[in-house]
């Protein structure tokens, strides 16, 4: 007789034999072996889901059914006596698994969308198993009392990213963090498109596991938690947090953000390692808690892109990144002349010089501390809009070969336009 989860079967075997050594009636399973065998059903059901378990929460239900199910089942075969006999347990172990399979596992998998708004009330599904939704009030307490548990309570989210994960009905089991990485990929895919949909800081929370197993027609959470290490809120404390203004998605938007992230998630596994550092770098840039780090980041992002294999860094950025992102030549010189002020910046950040005064108050203004925060901004929405324009209009596969790459761009400057 074939089993599909012989780990399992191995153990709860070794376990039956050791109790019909040790016992001539059924009375010291209830202490001793129904103990041992009860951790054992606990800990299939701990790793067939997720590897961090939260011990306050107790597996007694679960673990009980199956070890009832399984005990019944052996009495029967053997007719109430401890009595080993291999052919019997095989056809309980079978039976077992049956009833331990019967159904999927679906587990949900929960991040709070933290400083979030959004104009419709409705659930964003952006695919099978991905939304953004509002939780209900039983997910809402379990998040509330999550977070104090772990300290993190920056205000609760009106919003989170629901990610469903339906699991194999059976099977030798998946390694801890089977599934978890699985959502993991799904949650960046969704904070990667709403931070390219437009501007504004949009973090996520630590990821939450909620897991209803189904079986005999019965559903109840069993859930745990665990914080995955994605980019959440800045390192800063959460003072800084509360003065963002919430991310606002609009109605309007919500059928953009569905294209940005289908074909984000189209596209992810092709990414070239020169693209994975234009996005690495633009997401860094949401959790720096300085305006000239963030910077930094944005124009490695933007040099990625646009300088590559030119000695005049910053012109050639200026120039090519101008004629790929502007077809109106007026908005185009804007864009050259505002980058080569971008790139200005960073070089003097790098070389740890303010400058020549005029230069400075070239940028500056009146107010550094604004002319800063807004030549930042505008970085950031050059990085963006090139990032979008390369993953809509099919440039990705240019970026497998950079000298195509350059070529294609100082193609577009010969040409005069996109």
Not at 106 to 134: M, N, Q, W, Y
Not at 263 to 282: G, H, M, T
Request: net charge neutral; charged share 25%.
């Amino acid at each position: 007789m074939e089993f599909r989860n012989t780990t399992l079967y191995e153990k709860l075997r070794g376990c039956m034999t050791d109790a019909c050594k040790d016992s001539l009636s059924w009375r010291p399973h209830t202490t001793k072996y129904q103990t041992l065998i009860e951790s054992i059903l606990a800990e299939e059901i701990v790793h067939r889901n997720i590897k961090w378990w939260a011990r306050n929460r107790p597996v007694a239900d679960e673990a009980a059914a199956w070890l009832t199910h399984f005990f019944e089942g052996y009495q029967e075969e053997t007719q109430n006596g401890l009595v080993w006999n291999a052919e019997a347990f095989d056809r309980v172990f079978s039976r077992l698994e049956d009833f331990l399979y019967q159904d999927s596992y679906i587990s949900h998998f929960v991040s709070p969308l933290k400083p979030f708004s959004c104009d419709s009330s409705a659930s964003v599904e952006l695919e099978t198993g991905v939304c953004i939704r509002k939780p209900d009030n039983f997910l809402s307490n379990i998040l509330r009392n999550q977070e104090l548990n772990i300290g993190y309570s920056p205000g609760m989210a009106d919003w989170v990213v629901d990610v469903v994960i339906k699991q194999p009905k059976s099977v030798e089991r998946e390694p801890g963090d089977t599934y978890a990485t699985q959502a993991s990929k799904k949650l960046r895919m969704v904070l990667q498109s709403l931070r390219l949909l437009h501007q504004g800081k949009v973090f996520v929370g630590p990821l939450y596991y909620l897991i209803y197993p189904e079986f005999a027609g019965f559903r109840h959470n069993i859930g745990a938690l665990m914080d995955t290490g994605l980019t959440t809120l800045p390192l800063v404390t959460h003072l800084v947090y509360f003065t963002l203004a919430p991310y606002q998605l609009a109605e309007r938007e919500l059928e953009e953000l569905k294209t940005i992230y289908r074909l984000v998630a189209k596209e992810i596994s092709q990414y070239p390692d020169s693209f994975s550092l234009v996005l690495s770098r633009f997401h860094d840039y949401f959790s720096r808690t300085s305006e000239l780090d963030g910077l930094l980041d944005l124009v490695i992002a933007l040099e990625a892109l646009f300088a590559g294999g030119s000695q005049e860094i910053g012109y050639s950025l200026a120039l090519r990144c101008s004629y790929f992102l502007e077809p109106d030549i007026e908005k185009r010189k804007a864009s050259f002349s505002r980058l080569r002020d971008i790139y200005y910046l960073r070089s003097s950040v790098v070389h740890g010089r303010p400058g020549p005064p005029k230069k400075w108050r070239k940028l500056r203004g009146e107010d550094y501390d604004i002319a800063l925060v807004s030549i930042v901004a505008d970085a950031e929405e050059y990085v963006r809009q090139a990032i979008r324009k390369v993953i809509v209009d099919k440039h990705l596969d240019k970026f497998q070969n950079l000298k195509h790459w350059s070529k294609f761009l100082d193609d577009l400057i010969l040409k005069g336009s996109t």
